[in-house]
Nanobody
Framework: QVQLAESGGGLVQAGGSLRLSCAAS????????IGWFRQAPGKDREAVGS????????MYADSVKGRFTISRDNAKNTVTLQMDNLKPEDPAVYYC????????????WGQGTQVTVSS
């Protein structure tokens, strides 16, 4: 089992920045990817990006590329989502999730943290 806990959500003005953290505990040695996802009211869950736990390699959705940055601190078992130039379409509940390989579903999820952007 892997336990994930997000923190850092809140209210920010459009154009501003917010930093989310995902703290992992439990069987962290089994983590291959940590992914960030978001879900706005009435919309499907959307993948934001991911990071390979061992190498730090990242991937991003086109909608956030160039604005969001994912990084990890293996010593602290923490993954960070730095969100810059936030736009009115970015508000959602943001979740981090983990999976044990590139070919399996994300099976451990955090509780989510709310991000609100004011225009």
């Amino acid at each position: 089992q892997v336990q994930l806990a997000e923190s850092g959500g809140g209210l920010v003005q459009a154009g501003g920045s917010l930093r989310l953290s995902c703290a992992a505990s439990g069987r962290t040695f089994s983590i291959y990817h940590i992914g960030w996802f978001r879900q706005a009211p009435g919309k499907d869950r959307e993948a934001v990006g991911s990071i390979t736990w061992s190498t730090g390699s990242t991937m991003y959705a086109d909608s956030v590329k160039g604005r969001f940055t994912i990084s990890r601190d293996n010593a602290k078992n923490t993954v960070t989502l730095q969100m810059d130039n936030l736009k009115p379409e970015d508000p959602a509940v943001y979740y981090c999730a983990s999976r044990s390989s590139a070919y399996t579903p994300y099976n451990f999820w955090g509780q989510g943290t709310q991000v609100t952007v004011s225009s």
